[in-house]
């Protein structure tokens, strides 16, 4: 085969992948760059206005606060939840596997999983139940139970309320990743480690988390990504309010540009507030990579040589 | 230093007996291996002297104090395990010095102790070194280091010889004897490994499914074997097992094996086997107890050659008497050749004679 057929041929393997890439995210892409560009609005057309967009952000007092939201809801939601309470899930899960067989263990992974399951909008709905501010929520009736007079959790806790429905799910995450990586420890580690005079919290300190470190790590960064750009539970629960007390910043692009709570079909502008997040994002995994020396992950494989 | 005395010690994993009725006393400051073709409980027995498993029955004394149901950080127990476990994430220091930071020991102290041990194992330079840096000789020093660093009580040793090479392996062993000679430390050792149980056992204790076949220091495993099992388990090349029965005729006495091979019952032996007449008996002869020579003797056996096997310093010769085989060790510069007649003269004092049924052994007094 000469040079240039293979070359032929590698183009035409690659064609469906390339082709799928440049309709359905390249295109969409520079549109959206060129869109940010635009002060387009309902009536969608195309007239460049220059950056003024992006001096528009600058100057957007609600952007400040909605940066502090999206901060507080991503890593609030992330060491809460889907690291800690993650791990937390996986330790006392492998802990019963252990100790008690595999089903039980099983059944407890099986629950926690539930939530990735269940349709947003249904799990949304659950919790709008759950939380109902009348005495028909499930929290206010057992608060009434113990004659205790209702709270309308929603607008008292917004915040609170967003990082514990995003975190019930994305908990299962870590959950899974953190308990495979838990299970393949050698029990000889934890033998020595019980030897050597470890208790069930040294052992965790010393031996475990060490050894799952890299899980932690990718499971850390991968899931502030993914919060960093989702809404879907903000914007069933709460619409981003009250007054914007849990509007993150991706929420705030939907909502500049698909109105919702507040109606604007700003299209010019919500394309430049996708744009800054994206931004953040890239400067966020470039910190992740860095700090974490995923470098080191990616490049040689991390089983550990017994 | 401790004895340990295991009572009827018993650990079943749901309907399987991994140890079965097993009684042991391990004296104090002495090796005592834990022999056995793998299954058979060598190390469940070891896991629950450690205090990782909890015995299903029995108890394991340490001088005379019961310690099932204390966890092992209270029972001052070193281990090292097959795989040396050491901890992926921590230097060589690190890993020794652990379980004395556990203990909450002063860090000069831990710094002192660590070097102090270091040198006895040889590995002073390597401190810095994670063990995926390092060969498994190494990684098996550093093993036993973080074992010893806290003066044990007890040392416990699985399979510490299997990942290392051959040459590695006989240093490694006289090392492991020297360091523990010189802590004076009660040690017990796990192997398959004959050869590793009878170089390094001041006792062996050969298990067999789970349930103790013979105790005994390693000498008498291979001259008085209690048993088919520890018969055939012990010794390299095997010893010749041979069914048989005892046949009178002419008022000589043979042990019958098979239908062309005809074994003399020495004049000592006759009285003890002579009750056993007609009844089901396994005849077991070494092939190192065994000479050939061109001379007939009063007891020796005519046998022709069938194939001539060098093991390096002795030569295998394969006797074939019809269906039976009899192998006899022999210098490797004797000239035997295949299909050669000659007089196979079994050691008298060095035949054991089993009963077939229970497969225990029957004394011949000699």
């Keep these: 085969m000469t040079k240039k057929r293979g070359h032929f041929m590698i183009f035409l393997l690659l064609a469906p992948a390339l082709l799928i890439t440049l309709t359905f995210y390249l295109v969409p892409g520079i549109l959206t760059g060129a869109m940010s560009f635009t002060n387009m609005d309902h009536r969608l057309t195309w007239n460049f206005v220059g950056f003024s967009n992006y001096v528009a952000m600058f100057k957007d007092t609600i952007l400040s606060r909605v940066f502090w939201n999206t901060i507080l809801y991503v890593f609030g939601t992330l060491l809460l939840f889907n690291v800690t309470f993650g791990l937390l899930i996986a330790l006392a899960t492998s802990y019963i596997a252990e100790?008690?067989?595999?089903?039980?263990?099983?059944?407890?992974?099986?629950?926690?999983?539930?939530?990735?399951?269940?349709?947003?909008?249904?799990?949304?709905?659950?919790?709008?139940?759950?939380?109902?501010?009348?005495?028909?929520?499930?929290?206010?009736?057992?608060?009434?139970?113990?004659?205790?007079?209702?709270?309308?959790?929603?607008?008292?806790?917004?915040?609170?309320?967003?990082?514990?429905t995003n975190g019930v799910i994305g908990a299962s995450f870590g959950m899974i990743l953190f308990y495979s990586a838990i299970t393949s420890i050698s029990r000889e580690y934890n033998w020595a480690a019980a030897v050597d005079g470890a208790g069930w919290?040294?052992?965790?300190?010393?031996?475990?988390?060490?050894?799952?470190?890299?899980?932690?790590?990718?499971?850390?960064?991968y899931q502030t990504l993914s919060l960093l750009t989702s809404y879907e539970y903000i914007l069933i629960l709460t619409g981003g309010g009250p007054f914007y007390k849990t509007t993150v910043w991706s929420l705030y692009a939907y909502n500049e540009a698909f109105g919702g709570y507040y109606a604007s079909y700003r299209f010019g502008y919500a394309t430049a507030l996708t744009l800054g997040l994206v931004i953040v994002s890239i400067i966020a995994s470039v910190i992740y990579w860095r700090v974490f020396r995923f470098r080191e992950m990616m490049s040689e494989p991390k089983i550990e040589v017994i | 230093m401790a004895n340990v005395r295991l009572k009827n010690l018993t650990k079943t994993f749901g309907s399987v007996v991994a140890v079965d009725n097993v009684s042991l006393d391990i004296p104090d400051g002495k090796v005592t291996v834990l022999l056995g073709p793998s299954g058979c409980g060598k190390t469940t027995l070891l896991l629950m002297l450690a205090g990782i498993y909890q015995p299903t029955h029995g108890e394991v004394y340490f001088d005379d104090v019961m310690v099932n149901g204390i966890p092992p950080k209270l029972r001052n127990v070193g281990l090292v395990f097959q795989s040396y476990?050491?901890?992926?994430?921590?230097?060589?220091?690190?890993?020794?010095?652990?379980?004395?930071?556990?203990?909450?020991?002063?860090?000069?102290?831990?710094?002192?102790?660590?070097?102090?041990?270091?040198?006895?194992?040889?590995?002073?330079?390597?401190?810095?070194?994670?063990?995926?840096?390092?060969?498994?000789?190494?990684?098996?020093?550093?093993?036993?280091?973080?074992?010893?660093?806290?003066?044990?009580?007890?040392?416990?040793?699985?399979?510490?010889?299997?990942?290392?090479?051959?040459?590695?392996?006989?240093?490694?062993?006289?090392?492991?004897?020297?360091?523990?000679?010189?802590?004076?430390?009660?040690?017990?050792?796990?192997?398959?490994?004959?050869?590793?149980?009878?170089?390094?056992?001041?006792?062996?204790?050969?298990?067999?499914?789970?349930?103790?076949?013979?105790?005994?220091?390693?000498?008498?495993?291979?001259?008085?074997?209690?048993?088919?099992?520890?018969?055939?388990?012990?010794?390299?090349?095997?010893?010749?097992?041979?069914?048989?029965?005892?046949?009178?005729?002419?008022?000589?006495?043979?042990?019958?094996?098979g239908s062309e091979l005809e074994i003399p019952v020495p004049p000592e032996a006759r009285e003890a086997v002579l009750s056993r007449t007609g009844k089901g008996l396994v005849i077991g002869i070494r092939p190192e107890n065994m000479s050939l020579k061109e001379e007939e003797g009063d007891y020796a056996i005519r046998g022709k050659v069938f194939m001539v096997e060098l093991l390096g310093r002795d030569k295998l010769v394969d006797f074939r008497f019809g269906e039976v085989a009899l192998r006899v060790l022999v210098p490797a510069d004797l000239p035997v050749n295949t299909g050669e007649e000659l007089w196979i003269h079994p050691h008298q004092s060095r035949i054991h004679l089993f009963d077939k049924e229970n497969s225990e052994t029957i004394p011949i007094a000699v």
């Design chain 2, 85 to 257: 476990a050491l901890y992926p994430h921590m230097t060589v220091f690190d890993n020794i010095a652990f379980p004395l930071r556990l203990q909450k020991v002063p860090k000069d102290e831990i710094r002192d102790r660590v070097h102090a041990i270091t040198k006895v194992v040889q590995i002073s330079d390597l401190l810095k070194r994670k063990p995926g840096q390092m060969s498994g000789g190494q990684q098996q020093r550093v093993a036993l280091a973080r074992a010893l660093v806290k003066n044990p009580d007890l040392l416990l040793l699985d399979e510490p010889l299997s990942n290392l090479d051959a040459r590695l392996r006989i240093e490694t062993r006289v090392e492991i004897k020297r360091i523990q000679q010189e802590f004076g430390i009660t040690t017990v050792l796990v192997t398959h490994d004959q050869v590793e149980a009878v170089t390094m056992a001041d006792n062996v204790a050969v298990l067999k499914k789970g349930v103790l076949q013979q105790y005994s220091p390693p000498e008498e495993l291979l001259l008085k074997p209690d048993n088919i099992f520890v018969a055939s388990f012990m010794g390299d090349p095997p010893m010749n097992l041979l069914d048989t029965e005892l046949v009178v005729r002419d008022d000589r006495a043979f042990f019958k094996c």
């Design chain 1, 201 to 221: 919290l040294h052992r965790i300190r010393y031996v475990t988390l060490p050894l799952i470190r890299w899980p932690l790590l990718f499971v850390t960064a």
């Design chain 1, 99 to 164: 100790r008690h067989g595999e089903k039980p263990s099983l059944f407890f992974r099986a629950l926690w999983l539930l939530p990735r399951f269940t349709p947003p909008i249904v799990y949304g709905v659950i919790w709008l139940w759950i939380l109902d501010p009348t005495r028909n929520g499930l929290l206010n009736g057992v608060l009434n139970w113990f004659g205790q007079k209702p709270v309308s959790w929603i607008s008292e806790f917004p915040m609170a309320v967003i990082v514990l």
